[in-house]
């Protein structure tokens, strides 16, 4: 089976510039989580859903990011405007309430905001 | 205060040798879930084990065990006989509340960087 997918697996952009990374969840996982990793702060939980409906965005950083998942199958996270201390792996995870509920991560988006 | 702590920043190892990365948590919660994530240079992060609070024997994948010492709030990840592939960043993680009702969000440790040497 298909793991975790993102895209892109990384990204350059310009201050300013609007950035959108993108998700596909294991098929029947009903959790799905954001993550930002830095050397800094570490891995830090942005926000999750569960059966596509936001649970918790507290550790969504300020207004200029956002989350969507519209469908079981697909999630976005924006970040418009974007800045150069946005520049992080961004990992996206999912995971079945049914189970153990381990998260299985995507490879992750290095995004560089020049 | 820290959830998960791991102290141990950077390890090394011999090859074929065993090697235990430490990790404490502080939970009040009597039904939580603890994992270990290992992390290579290219930066994916890979699910190795996992520890249910009320799992009376300690974990085992393979060559990766979980020494779980309840009373003592520690879930020590112990790799037996290390390849040169062992070498990675290894994450702790806890999930604290029960397994259904949204008690799903992870808190992870720092990390503690592992190199396996010839």
């Known amino acids: 089976d298909a793991g975790v997918i993102q895209s892109p697996r990384h990204e350059v952009t310009e201050m300013g510039q609007e950035v959108t990374l993108r998700c596909k969840p294991i098929s029947g996982h009903d959790y799905l989580f954001w993550y930002r990793q830095t050397m800094m702060r570490g891995l830090e939980l942005l926000i999750y859903?569960?059966?596509?409906?936001?649970?918790?965005d507290s550790g969504m950083p300020e207004d200029r990011f956002s989350a969507k998942m519209p469908n079981a199958s697909f999630s976005t996270l924006k970040i418009q405007p974007s800045e150069p201390r946005d520049s992080a792996v961004y990992f996206c995870a999912s995971s079945f309430s049914g189970g153990v509920e381990t998260q299985y991560f995507g490879p992750g988006t290095r995004l560089l905001v020049l | 205060a820290q959830k998960i702590t791991q102290t141990q920043p950077g390890m090394f190892v011999q090859e074929k040798e065993a090697v235990t990365l430490d990790c404490t948590y502080d939970t009040s919660d009597q039904s939580y879930g603890l994992f270990w994530y290992k992390q290579p240079s290219s930066g994916e992060m890979i699910f190795l084990i996992y520890?249910?609070?009320?799992?009376?024997q300690n974990a085992t994948e393979g060559r990766y065990s979980l020494n779980f010492q309840k009373a003592r709030k520690s879930a020590n990840l112990v790799i037996s006989a290390s390849q040169l592939g062992d070498s990675a960043m290894y994450f702790c993680?806890?999930?604290?509340?029960?397994?259904?009702?949204?008690?799903?969000?992870?808190?992870f440790g720092t990390g503690t960087q592992l190199k396996v040497e010839l």
């Open positions: 520890q249910g609070s009320y799992d009376e």
């Open positions: 993680a806890m999930r604290e509340g029960g397994l259904t009702g949204g008690g799903n969000k992870l808190t």
């Open positions: 859903f569960n059966n596509n409906v936001p649970i918790d």
